[in-house]
DNA sequence: AAGATGCAGGGAAGCGCTTACCAGAGGGCG
DNA sequence: CGCCCTCTGGTAAGCGCTTCCCTGCATCTT
């Protein structure tokens, strides 16, 4: 079946007023919402027109005409990642209850892509950006981003962060800091005293306030661990993996505790203790921040920091709707949640 | 500070023609790709006035006077889901390799929306719309559904469904009924006598073709399992948790197998198991479907069938770029991956 | 009863852009 | 040297829609 037989470009306007014979306004003030009143009959002609024609209004015509469009742009690293995923589940559930267009482009951890991303989603002229960063300590990087989305507030956009404090723009923040804290704090009293922090990479911020948060939070319990180190690698399944396995194949102590600055990493560290033979949780103590629904199950239940990512999302695109005059930052707050892979805690 | 002390809005065309004191036909040749050949100095001229004015074109203003968008709308059932977020992820990526812009929109796996969705989509006269689909045995429903998008098409759009094939358009089909079939032929080989499918729900289509390729593999191998049953739930780690739970409280004979539809049923599953008192593998082996990323490290290992999830997302978007004239089926391969859930197989 | 007021329809301008078409310049050719 | 072709810049007509503004009519006011 050959597919263009029945080709015929879509009913504009235009076929629907004529269809009812009314004019142009009318058909637009009755369909597409006006404060202006308009008689019921003529109403009742144009949705039936309408309707038979299968009119579909034309958004880019409009937002043309309006002057602005009801589109969102969303920025993730990567939207195969559970963190992202539920942020970005979130964003999208609320832009559509307020009936905006999600669009969406993956920047695959890279900052250079990030800001022409920012740049490419400006041309769609959207009414916000949602930026759920992966932010890195750059501070070159850092002024590009910030001047095109600078640019882009001078244009009349919105510009909300999510993830990461500290730019000037409506921003929601996870209680990283607070929540390793937290966690550290119960870890250095139930006894973990030779504890190793897999620290995702140097320059991500939230690597490093999740990485400094803990460090704080088993000084601030008064067992400062003097074998407290960080161990760099990727933010990934892989990054824990590989760092874990550093860790074993260096000389001295084995650590009693294990905290990988995600889930992800966390289950890659439980793989690698496995695969040398040790039993995560029995032999070494793994815990994880984030609370990836996914990982919920794995064995042992993996101790871990609970962020209400969705929730991130949503409250992201309230802020974008209720623009305020001056950049807040909303904190959102972290949770610790206890299971098997951290016995001494039970 | 006040945000909107500077606002000014964006540049246009226009402005850009004016700052290089060229046309406007000559501004738009030279910055957004024409046949036409424009001499160098001019060319010079306008692209440093782009510059100065940080111009970027509009995309909708664009569309409108091309009458044809760069966009192309994803529509997924839960973008949360790890199976449908790595499909989103290829063709997230595929999308802006093509220049093209991504729409999203979330169905929550409920059908009706699913089509309300593409009806929304269509006011953006996407160039393509991929469907990413949970889709279901319910006749009214799916023909609702096909005339959306057949209208769709006949305005010139290209439709490509990702995951069940026998709708007239282009889709991406995965061998879930061979799929199946291999790992059912494998467990029965292995000795597994009183398998039991966790089903997940009756009416899904993707639920019953690894249901069937699983119950017919049983067959095929020889060993008909007379206890082979399919219990329903839903299509989630709770679904999963709860199918098993049922399961447990049968009277009679406890399973020797279960295969879960998918993997986060499995997981789902496993965790009913080990509430009970019982050790996934051991006690009762489990297998699930989708090798879905982040549970490749549960332990046990979960035995499970490969797909290509992000393949299938690329694919997808090579059919709408390349638009064949008749609609086209790929199918992709399945793998069957041997883990610790299924020791009898190792 | 006559002017004032309110109300709803329609005409048309205009949003930012593309592109068909025109016009003028330059070059090649017999 | 005139003709025609080619080449490139500019003019202006749209694309599908919104919305300002004008108009005619019905209603109100005194």
Known sequence: MAREDTRRPPATLHDVAREAGVSLATASRTLNGSTRKVNDEYRARVLTAAEALGYVPNLQAQAVARGRTTTVGII???????????????IITATDAEGLVATIGVSGRDPEREVRLVSALRAQRPSGIVLVGSRVADAELTSRLTSQLRDFEAEGGHVVLVS??????????FDNIEGAGALARRLADAGYRRAVV???????????????GFIEGYAAAGHPSPSLEAVHSAFTRD????AMGRLLDQDGERPDLVFA????????????LRDAGLEPGRDVAVAGFDDIETLRDVSPGLTTVRLPLE?????????????????????????????ASTPALR
Chains 1, 2 share one sequence.
């Open 311 to 339: 929730q991130g999302g949503t409250t992201a695109v309230e802020l974008l709707v209720r623009r305020a005059a001056a950049p807040s930052l909303v904190r959102l707050p972290a949770e610790v949640v206890v299971r």
């Open 239 to 242: 990054g824990g993996y590989e």
């Open 198 to 212: 897999l620290a995702g990479p140097e320059e991500l911020l939230t690597s490093r306030e999740r990485t400094q």
């Open 261 to 272: 600055v995600n889930d992800v990493m966390a289950v890659g560290a439980m793989a690698r």
């Open 164 to 173: 990461q404090a500290g730019l000037p723009f409506d921003t929601i923040a």
């Open 76 to 90: 993730v690293a990567d939207i195969t990642d559970p963190y992202f995923s539920q942020i970005a589940g979130g």
